[in-house]
């Protein structure tokens, strides 16, 4: 019987099931489908890991309510601070995997094994290829940072004064929460296909990548701090150091002389007699700078900025190269 004569008797025979994806989308996801379906696979456990921790959260501060907040956060690091830590070690590392195994396999494995001159020998050009091979994997990174980021967040709000005693600024809670934990991962993912683009070599990619995300790690941690403008509270040197507002964290201390020069908060602390030193020195009082809670989601909101602004020009630098470079 001819193909024809059998999709006459049954019309359903020669059809096959609809693709959500088609063409060139559908090629890049045939070709990164076992990377981009374990990142989605590792980022809705994970979820649901932190969905199930926020029920013991809430039950554990309803049952400390009446208790005092030294008590509760005795409590609290005593029976969900590991939890807290093994969940924000487990979103630091989701910048770095989407850099190391998305990003810097993404285009120096085509042109490893030379795929990349079959494609666009093809109907397909150079421009449509890499912007469907960045686009799509940045949505899985995207699809992956956001879901982890809004589920930690609805987490870690209710007890935003216990983690990490409070200390929001710190970079397990400041750069997994809001919107940086997306922007942190994008960023990776920019810097690993751009380097998969210059290096050519897949190993030497992913390895270059991993270097980056320590680097990068370290020099964030010295702009963190500079994204939002300190408030200042002073009072009498008698009176000793202004109580930190609730909620707030310590951004730095000094002693003020009467001319208004700044000291070292410890100056004359460990003399014999400091109120004498103090004396001499001239400190009248204390200066507390801090950063309010209040001022999180702007910091947060600016930094994130700034790495998207570098993660848009990154990848726009990776395709002009693609676009106008020999592969």
């Known amino acids: 019987m001819s193909t024809t004569v059998r999709q006459a008797a049954h019309p359903e025979a020669g059809k096959r099931p ?6 060139m989308a559908w090629l890049v996801w045939r070709q990164h489908r076992t990377a981009f379906v374990a990142c989605l696979l590792l980022a809705a456990a994970s979820c649901v890991n932190m969905l199930w921790q926020r029920g013991a959260t809430r039950d554990l ?11 509760l956060l005795q409590l609290f690091q005593g029976s969900q601070n590991s939890a ?29 094994r030379g795929t990349v001159k079959l494609v666009t020998t093809q109907s ?11 686009g799509l994997a940045a949505l899985v990174t995207l ?42 991962a994008l960023l990776h993912f920019a810097v690993g296909a751009a380097l998969g683009m210059f290096v050519r070599r897949t190993v030497t990619a992913m390895v270059l990548t991993f270097g980056f ?24 040197v008698e009176a000793g150091p202004p109580p930190l507002p609730e909620g707030a964290v310590r951004h730095d201390e000094w002693t003020v002389d009467a001319h208004g020069g700044l000291h070292g908060f410890g100056t004359c602390f460990n003399e014999r007699t400091p109120e004498g030193c103090r004396a ?26 700034i790495l998207l602004a570098l993660a848009a020009a990154i990848l726009t630098l990776t395709v002009w190269w693609a676009r106008r470079r020999p592969l």
């Open 84 to 112: 807290f830590q093994s969940a924000t070690w487990t979103l630091s590392m989701a910048p770095v995997v989407a850099g190391v195994f998305l990003g810097a396999p993404l285009i120096s494995g085509d042109r490893e």
């Open 143 to 184: 699809v992956c940072s956001v879901a982890l980021s809004a589920v930690f967040t609805w987490w870690w709000e209710p007890a935003h004064r216990y983690v990490n005693s409070g200390q929001w600024d710190a970079a397990s809670v400041f750069d997994n929460t809001g919107p940086m934990l997306p922007a942190m």
């Open 213 to 236: 995300a320590y680097a990068a790690d370290i020099l964030w941690d010295t702009v963190r701090h500079r994204l939002g403008t300190a408030r200042v509270l002073t009072s009498p």
């Open 124 to 134: 397909m050009t150079r421009g449509r290829w890499i912007l469907t091979k960045l």
């Open 18 to 23: 609809p693709r959500v994806m088609r063409g």
């Open 61 to 71: 501060l309803a049952r400390g309510a009446d208790g005092t907040a030294v008590d």
């Open 280 to 305: 001499n020195e001239g400190i009248v009082a204390h200066r507390l700078e801090y950063f309010g809670y209040d001022q999180m989601n702007a910091m947060q909101w600016t930094g994130a900025a």
